[in-house]
């Protein structure tokens, strides 16, 4: 188990502990990536991440630094303003197809 994995050459996919489901940053390749410190332990992505920016019903905002999620006061989950680590987690059990 780990807390990344490769979902191909240039994204990186995470465990999201507030909406339950895994969430890619992008972090090599053509177009705008994100900072990444190569650390697959205790990762650090140099700037905010939101998903679901054009969802009404459902947001996270969050930034990750050391392994730690912090998750922003706009996010629409309960895990909201808390910090998280990281977890550990299983792409098998997720069903996140591995390439
Ligand atoms: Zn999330």
């Not at 995470?14 to 410190?37: E, M, T």
């Amino acid at each position: 188990m780990a807390k990344l994995y490769w979902l191909d050459p240039c994204n990186l996919l995470f465990f999201c502990p507030g909406c339950k489901c895994a969430h890619y940053v992008r972090v090599a390749g053509p177009g705008s990536v994100w900072g990444w410190n190569s650390d697959l332990e205790f990762p650090r992505f140099d700037a905010d991440i939101t998903f679901g920016a054009h969802s009404t019903n459902h947001r996270c905002h969050f930034r990750i630094e050391q392994g730690v999620i912090e998750f922003f006061k706009d996010s629409q989950h309960t895990l909201r303003g808390l910090k998280v680590a990281l977890p550990e987690w299983s792409l098998a059990e997720t069903g996140v197809a591995q390439r």
